[in-house]
C-alpha cells in the first residue's frame, strides 16, 4: 500500500513563496511519475506540475516560470517551491504518484494566499 503525506501549506500574502514537500512510503523511483494537483473551492481538481521516472518536469500554464518541482534522492522527498504566489493559487494542493496503472493520492494540504 503506497502512502503519500504532504507538508508545508499555510497562508501567505500575494507574491510570497511556500515550499510543499511530499513524502511517500518506499523509493519514489519505483513511481513512473510524480506530481502535484489543486483543487480550490467550488472547483474540480486540476493538475499542477510532474515529474517523471527519468527527471522531465513539465508543468501547468498558470505556474510555468513560478513553480518548480524536484526530488532529492530515491528516498524522498518531492517538493513543489511555490513563487510569486497569488490568490488564484489557493486552494488544497494534493501529491500523486502513478505506479503502473495505479494513482495514489495523499491527504492534502491547505495553501491560502491573501491579496
Known amino acids: 500500500q503506497v502512502q503519500l503525506v504532504e507538508s508545508g501549506g499555510g497562508l501567505v500574502q500575494a507574491g510570497e513563496s511556500l515550499r510543499l514537500s511530499c513524502v511517500a512510503s518506499?523509493?519514489?523511483?519505483?513511481?513512473?511519475?510524480m506530481g502535484w494537483y489543486r483543487q480550490a473551492a467550488g472547483k474540480q481538481r486540476e493538475w499542477v506540475a510532474a515529474?517523471?521516472?527519468?527527471?522531465?518536469?513539465i508543468y501547468a500554464g498558470s505556474v510555468k516560470g513560478r513553480f518548480t518541482i524536484s526530488r532529492d534522492n530515491a528516498k524522498n522527498p518531492v517538493y513543489l517551491q511555490m513563487d510569486s504566489l497569488n490568490p488564484e493559487d489557493t486552494g488544497v494542493y494534493y501529491c500523486?504518484?502513478?505506479?503502473?496503472?495505479?494513482?495514489?493520492w495523499g491527504q492534502g494540504t491547505q495553501v491560502t494566499v491573501s491579496s
Open positions: 500523486n504518484a502513478q505506479k503502473g496503472v495505479s494513482n495514489y
Open positions: 518506499g523509493s519514489i523511483f519505483s513511481f513512473n511519475a
Open positions: 515529474i517523471t521516472h527519468g527527471g522531465t518536469t
